[in-house]
């Protein structure tokens, strides 16, 4: 109270919910930083090994409610907000969603520091504090229209400036060499931009520990700014150089599944890596302890391709700032880092062009130069006269420098984020390196926050959790096997459904206020939320609608249980094709929502601006839950884990994560369909497959893709053109008409299954107990044990502890190893 007046000048009850929630969280940030200092006295005085895990993502999603439950005080917060006459959970909505991250993997890298805090691992993000996140998204007339996310306006609370700890990074300029018996070289004439770090702890789940985001801030470095130009009076030139340096923290790149060599891109690339490099190779030699041994103290982790220049920049350092000379250089560079590969799409493994690398970052040229040189010959060792093996592996290839094979060479780890994609890097996408080094590769299937995505975002399912199974659950996520023995229990089914219409009827009022209409608590809610791409095919969802809504039209008495799809996602603004996705699912649901005739048996709904609040919203409100990719190209997914802890049913491809949730269910608590990966990828090698055929051989979907383009659509027969001519005249890429028939025969499977409530009650049951293998808790071990090596002060809390639990999963959650942590994920 008497923060907030000092703080607002007003008294309690004329203040806002929002200026409510600023002083709120600004109590609860003196509360952190206290105990932050301890924990970072500590840390140096341990000398314990540290991880950093490079991202040039990260999706954190709303904050105060997380920390509040971490420190263990919410529901005191709680309970004195409701004396005062406020409501904690609509002053937490105050705050705004920090969308620092496109999707899926800028979340993981979130999931991941809430799981190294909640197990007391010190790894800390380091990434960008972009001025403006991941735009947002408003639908206008069913389009997508972005408008930037100006989420700084109010400030962050979370964040701690430190402009005393800022470092310069350097771009452009040339390099001399210098040689006396010793190459030495200098890189002059560059531009120098100041890198100023802000950092946000991230708190543990109620263990005392704090960890840090490090992001980083680019601005002018001050004796530029004010001294050569300004003192000539060449204001235009200030403001220019101004602008040009800030826009590299200024905005992130909406896309995350294509890759665009932008200059600014590659800029931002270096500024993440060497801001951050500098910050922790200064840290360690403040801590008196030898560079030689800095993988003994410190790992570096690669999060996807796009700070891959950690490599050549720890090389600089070492080399160029310590004097070191290359081959030890490169050992400890080896044994530092560790790389995560997160998709196969080929359009977006990440190459630059040599000749913009090489202006932008001469120094760090040469030395990728030298790195492939070196690589070469080694390969050559290996591969005498191998010339196209060699090419299609060297970093330098081709006039580009290629980012993943520079991570690969780099690292002393590669992984992928499943099994079946570690399957096909190793043996497709990056079958010669792991011909070469089979050594390296290893797999990581992901792992999300099941303190966020269920105990936070579903108290509810938690506390029958709880009551069922006492709560040890939450430090040992694979416990919940225990539900297993509910099963068939009736009263608890009862409460699990009355957990689900809860939220359902909370989803219903948001879609009441937010799209306008109407939907029944009591339809199957059946979601596809993520964002909006060819291979995720929200296409095939929408054609399964209209077909749908096809034989209600005929039939508007059809014996069908009542279903409300839901969406979310926000395409990329560039991407037109899933673009016009957007604008067809809007257009089914104002033909289909306003049609009486067929008695609200189907109800579409697409939510507007997709990020982590909603999906914390949608999530336990799901009954269904939507994984249809195109077989191979999902590497992993995590919204289908985030679904599976709530208690909804997948209806899948055999992809990525979803394998290894039907392995852990069985076949019969997962519906599963379509081509596999395996069959796509053949196709995708040798043909074969021709969308007419399917076309002209099934009604359904002549039907359906007719109405595209016939004027059935409320949207004019010109408006999807684009889209049929995608499935028809350019060969359906993603397989869309192809596995028709056995989604909506799956659809018809589901519905089935559904109407059987106690089989359905028992789906939900197996979801849940089998949920703790894709906690992040066992992920992120799996990485600290395997990958990082990790010591920690405090023996990792094992997370799946119970042999009897053991003995129930065949498909895998770490055993405990001689009383302490887990054991490798056997595979
Ligand atoms: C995404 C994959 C997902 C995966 C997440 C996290 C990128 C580049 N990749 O399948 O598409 O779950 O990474 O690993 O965002």
């Given amino acids: 109270m008497d923060r907030l007046e000092k703080l607002h000048g007003k008294t309690f009850e004329e203040t806002s919910t929002a200026e409510r929630y600023k002083a709120l969280s600004f109590l609860v940030r003196d509360y952190i930083a206290k105990q932050w200092i301890g924990v970072n006295q500590q840390n140096h005085k341990e000398k314990q090994k540290q991880v950093y895990y490079l991202s040039i993502e990260f999706l954190l999603g709303r904050m105060l409610g997380m920390n509040l439950m971490n420190l263990g005080i919410y529901d005191t917060c709680a309970a004195a907000m409701a004396e005062l006459g406020a409501n904690l959970r609509e002053i937490e909505e105050a705050e705004e969603d920090p969308g620092l991250g496109n999707g899926g993997l800028g979340r993981l890298a979130a999931c991941y520091l809430d799981s190294m805090a909640a197990e007391n691992l010190p790894g800390h993000g380091c990434g960008i504090?972009?001025?403006?996140?991941?735009?947002?998204?408003?639908?206008?007339?069913?389009?997508?229209?972005?408008?930037?996310?100006?989420?700084?306006?109010?400030?962050?609370?979370?964040?701690?400036?430190?402009?005393?700890?800022?470092?310069?990074?350097?771009?452009?300029?040339?390099?001399?060499?210098?040689?006396?018996g010793k190459l030495r070289y200098y890189h002059e004439n560059y531009e120098s931009v100041l890198a100023v770090p802000y950092d946000v702890p991230i708190v543990g789940y109620q263990n005392g520990t704090i960890n840090t985001l490090r992001l980083w801030s680019a601005e002018p470095a001050k004796a530029d700014f004010v001294c050569s130009a300004f003192n000539r009076n060449d204001c235009l030139k200030v403001i220019d150089y101004k602008n040009s340096v800030e826009t590299i923290s200024s905005v992130l790149y909406p896309d995350d599944s294509s890759y665009e060599g932008k200059v600014l891109r590659l800029k931002q690339q270096y500024f993440l890596v060497s801001s951050s490099l500098q910050h922790i190779i200064a840290g360690f030699k403040k801590d008196r302890l030898p560079l030689a041994k800095l993988s003994d103290h410190v790992a570096l982790h690669i999060n996807d391709t796009h700070p891959t220049l950690a490599v050549p920049e720890l090389m600089r350092i070492l080399i160029d700032e310590e004097?070191?000379?290359?081959?030890?250089?490169?050992?400890?560079?080896?044994?530092?880092?560790?790389?995560?590969?997160?998709?196969?799409?080929?359009?977006a493994l990440e190459k630059w062009p040599e000749e913009l690398f090489q202006t932008l970052l001469p120094r760090i040229f040469i030395i990728v130069n030298e790195i492939n040189e070196r690589f070469c010959q080694e390969l050559w060792d290996r591969y005498p006269g191998q010339w196209d093996r060699i090419r299609s592996m060297a970093v330098l290839a081709d006039g580009n420098v290629h980012m993943a094979h520079l991570a690969i060479v780099g690292s002393h780890s590669v992984n992928g984020v499943a099994q079946i994609h570690t399957e096909i890097l190793k043996n497709k996408v990056m079958h010669g390196f792991y011909h070469f080094y089979p050594g390296k590769f290893n797999n990581k299937t992901n792992g999300v926050a099941h303190r966020r995505f269920l105990i936070k975002c579903n108290p509810e399912l938690t506390e029958l959790i709880n009551d069922a199974i006492d709560s040890d659950w939450i430090h040992y996520p694979c416990d919940l096997l225990g539900l297993l023995k509910y099963e068939n229990d009736e009263t608890f089914a009862r409460s699990l459904a009355a957990v689900k219409r809860h939220h359902k009827v909370l989803l219903s009022r948001y879609i009441k206020d937010w799209n306008g209409f109407y939907v029944d608590p009591d339809s199957i809610f059946d979601s596809q939320i993520k964002r909006i791409h060819g291979y995720k095919r929200q296409t095939m969802n929408a054609f399964h609608i209209m077909h749908l809504y096809n034989r209600l039209r005929e039939n508007p008495d059809m014996d069908l249980t009542p279903r409300t799809f839901i969406f979310g996602g926000k395409s990329a603004p560039g991407y037109a094709q899933a673009k016009r996705t957007i604008k067809l699912i809007n257009t089914l649901a104002m033909m289909i929502n306003n049609d009486k005739s067929i008695h609200d048996k189907i109800k579409v709904v697409f939510l507007e601006n997709y990020n982590v609040s909603l999906a914390e919203l949608i999530i336990p409100a799901s009954d269904v839950s939507e994984q249809i990719p195109a077989a191979s190209r999902e590497a992993c997914g995590t919204s289908n884990m985030k679904f599976m802890m709530n208690g909804a049913v997948t209806i899948g491809t055999l992809d990525g994560g979803n394998i290894e949730m039907r392995n852990a269910v069985g076949d019969d608590n997962i519906i599963t369909f379509g081509l596999t990966a395996e069959e796509v990828m053949d196709y995708y090698q040798h043909g074969g497959y021709n969308p007419w055929d399917i076309y002209n051989s099934d009604n359904r979907v002549k039907t359906v893709l007719d109405q595209l383009i016939n004027g059935f659509l409320p949207a004019g027969p010109d408006e999807f053109r684009p889209l049929f001519d995608a499935f028809l005249y350019h060969g359906d890429q993603f397989f869309v008409l192809k596995d028709f028939d056995a989604y909506v025969d799956a659809q018809i499977r589901l519905e089935k299954l559904y109407r059987d409530k106690r089989l359905w009650g028992n789906m939900c049951i197996h979801n849940i107990a089998h949920s703790g293998k894709f906690s992040g808790d066992r992920t992120f071990t799996e990485y600290s044990m395997d990958i990082w090596k990790m010591q920690p002060a405090i023996p990792v809390r094992c997370y799946c502890r119970s042999d009897d639990a053991l003995a129930k999963l065949l498909h895998g959650c770490a055993m405990p190893r001689n009383g302490h942590g887990p054991a490798a994920f056997p595979s």
Avoid: C
Avoid at 129 to 137: A, H, I, S, T, V
Avoid at 327 to 341: F, K
């Fill in 323 to 347: 004097g070191m000379g290359w081959d030890e250089a490169w050992q400890i560079t080896v044994d530092t880092m560790s790389y995560t590969n997160h998709t196969v799409l080929p359009e």
């Fill in 129 to 180: 504090r972009y001025r403006y996140g991941f735009f947002e998204q408003d639908v206008v007339d069913g389009y997508q229209v972005e408008v930037p996310d100006n989420w700084l306006n109010d400030g962050f609370v979370w964040e701690f400036r430190r402009r005393d700890e800022a470092v310069t990074v350097k771009f452009g300029g040339n390099v001399r060499v210098q040689s006396n």
